[in-house]
């Protein structure tokens, strides 16, 4: 399965983003990362295949993540970001159907390339 990530930018404080992720086959749950200069990639969201969903603390009630399982594509809708969002975003997909959502890199098998999101203040 392959991932290929879009929707990135440079935006202003305050504003908002939509990152899309498309996978070229059948995936299970899926996620977003992210990795800011000089730091460790991070988890932002998941999403289970039913529709469960979990977030990072640093942005819940301003991040939905959701999925078309049709179009085989995570979503990512950023609003009201901050300066310290600014990051490389990496969506993630796991190929087995009875894993439980996860916060770790390891509980996913496959990665998109990271679309960049720069975020002024």
């Known amino acids: 399965v392959q991932l290929q990530a879009s929707g990135g930018g440079l935006v202003q404080a305050g504003d908002s983003l939509r990152l899309s992720c498309a996978a070229s086959?059948?995936?299970?749950?899926m996620a977003w990362f992210r990795q800011a200069p000089g730091k460790e990639r991070e988890f932002v969201a998941d999403?289970?295949?039913?529709?469960?969903?979990y977030y990072a603390d640093s942005v819940k009630g301003r991040f939905t993540i959701s999925r078309d399982n049709a179009k085989n594509t995570v979503y990512l809708q950023m609003n009201s970001l901050k300066p310290e969002d600014t990051a490389v975003y990496y969506c993630?997909?796991?190929?087995?159907?009875?894993?439980?959502?996860?916060?770790?890199?390891?509980?996913?098998?496959?990665w998109g390339q990271g679309t960049q999101v720069t975020v002024s203040s």
């Open positions: 999403i289970s295949r039913a529709g469960s969903t």
């Open positions: 086959g059948r995936t299970y749950n």
């Open positions: 993630a997909a796991d190929y087995r159907s009875t894993a439980g959502l996860t916060t770790s890199r390891s509980g996913y098998s496959y």
